[in-house]
């Protein structure tokens, strides 16, 4: 896999005189321009979309349109209680739009935000590719091995500007603890422990809220998608917390969670693809309406080195990081080496030496500049064509370990991967269940892999 390529020269320009986009007609644009209260070159605005208005797409949103040149002209959604209020705050300029088919066949959207539960990442941001609009994909980019290859090659394929959106990849903490690893002080890395925990147990959501009773304004069919159809649950739409209660529409909590904690060592290490994936755990206490595992033990094999995740929605503890006997949400990160173990959160790190191996070791200077944001970074990214710094092409390392554990643990043994081939070793079963099935009409664009 090349991981080098971080500077395509393909501008915007070019992609619209390639595509003949040039002759979308010139008043439509100067309009939304005006109405905006803006006097914007074509060439230097970006006409923003978005699909699936919920909590962290207004999130990613809101970030954008800090943006003097970002005008939001489409916005989509299943459900009208969220999608109106976006359409009225941008009424000058925003058009709504109930299926994504059809914004996606809007001429003048240069990108979109996609922010929908994560069973619908992989073929709205496929559809995006072909219709030439670039991308903010939420995390978890995918939730299959298949789903994951096939995002990358159509971005790859049509020259997509895509940024996951893994926000914590723009922390300053994260850059220093890059910086600190890379120094070397810490030594040889044998072994990385990261983890996630909270405690919902054992009554998880809870029981009993499956209903016939669907929100008006809501197409529960569209909402399902591809996924297999289940009763409507007012508890699955809340907010993306709520999806990783539910297998089909999220994957759990390991790649609801797992793509921001895992994300820093394989950023800091430079690991590509691990060789074998091996996960044990299930759903043990939790009883609701849900179906997720509640634990979630998984070890990753790299050649030289190993990963481990730990994920429980069933007890809290925090090891290291716990501030306090509340029962809360926690996580943490361990890079051992043999000069010492560096211990990080979110926020904050601390080295513990190994004695005295790191008397003397210095604390590199800042070299990794800082970011404007992760979805600014994204948007200076559409302007310049340069790949931002989680663009699929790095964050399918993040993506394939998740989409393997979970595989591991429904299968119940480890899986063996080849990292030149991209492909599931020995194994005829979990091959074929790395590929999605989805609920017909839709279909998997299999031609990307």
């Known amino acids: 896999m090349n991981t080098k390529n971080t500077n395509r020269p393909y501008s915007r320009r070019k992609f619209i005189q390639t595509t003949g986009a040039a002759a979308i007609a010139a008043p439509l644009i100067m309009k939304s321009s005006f109405l905006n209260g803006q006097n914007l070159p074509a060439s230097d605005r970006i006409n923003l979309g978005i699909i699936g208005c ?3 797409g207004m999130a990613n949103l809101n970030a954008c349109v800090t943006n003097p040149n970002v005008v939001v002209t489409a916005a989509c959604d299943v459900w009208k209680d969220r999608l ?5 705050r941008f009424k000058t300029t925003c058009t709504g739009y109930t299926d994504f088919r059809e914004m996606l066949r809007k001429k003048d959207l240069d990108a979109v935000i996609i922010s929908t539960p994560a069973h619908w990442h992989a073929l709205i941001a496929i559809a995006a590719c072909e219709a030439g609009k670039d991308i903010y994909l939420q995390k978890p980019m995918t939730m299959h091995l298949g789903e994951s290859l096939a995002v990358r090659n159509a971005v790859r394929q049509h020259k997509i500007i895509c940024q996951v959106g893994t926000q914590i990849h723009a922390s300053e903490n994260y850059r220093r603890v890059v910086e600190l690893i890379r120094s070397g002080n810490l030594g040889e890395i044998g072994t990385v422990r990261t983890f996630f925990v909270m405690n919902e147990g054992p009554k998880g959501i809870g029981l009993g809220n499956n209903t016939t009773n669907i929100p008006k304004g809501m197409d529960w069919d569209m909402w399902v998608g591809p996924a297999r159809m289940q009763p409507f649950n007012p508890n699955v739409v809340r907010d993306a917390f709520y999806h990783c209660f539910w297998m089909d529409f999220s994957g759990g909590w390991t790649p609801g969670m797992a793509p921001h904690i895992i994300d820093l060592p394989i950023w800091a290490l430079d690991l590509g ?7 044990t755990g299930g759903r043990f206490i939790i009883k609701d309406d849900g179906d ?27 090891f290291d990081f716990l501030r306090g006997q509340e029962s809360k949400r926690r996580l943490g990160i361990y890079i051992h080496g043999v000069n010492g173990t ?8 601390v080295i513990l030496p190994e004695g005295d191996r790191m008397k003397g070791m210095v604390t590199p200077e800042k070299s990794i500049a800082p970011s404007p944001g992760h979805e600014l970074e994204w948007l200076e990214c559409i302007r310049s064509r340069k790949l931002p710094s989680c663009n699929p092409d790095y964050h399918v390392r993040i993506d394939v370990p998740m989409a393997l554990s979970t595989l591991s643990l429904k299968l119940g043994r480890s899986i063996r991967f080849d990292p030149a081939k991209e492909a599931i070793i020995g194994d005829k079963e979990a091959s074929e269940l790395a590929l999605p099935e989805y609920r017909a009409p839709w279909k998997f664009p299999k031609h990307y892999l």
């Open 54 to 56: 919920g909590g962290m």
């Open 84 to 88: 109106d209020p976006v359409v009225e």
């Open 273 to 279: 693809y691990p060789t074998e994936v091996s996960a």
């Open 292 to 318: 997720a595992y509640d634990n979630h033990e998984v070890m990753m094999r790299y050649p030289n080195m190993t990963m481990t995740w730990m994920q429980s929605s069933t007890n809290s503890y925090g």
């Open 342 to 349: 560096l211990q990080t959160d979110y926020d904050n790190h």
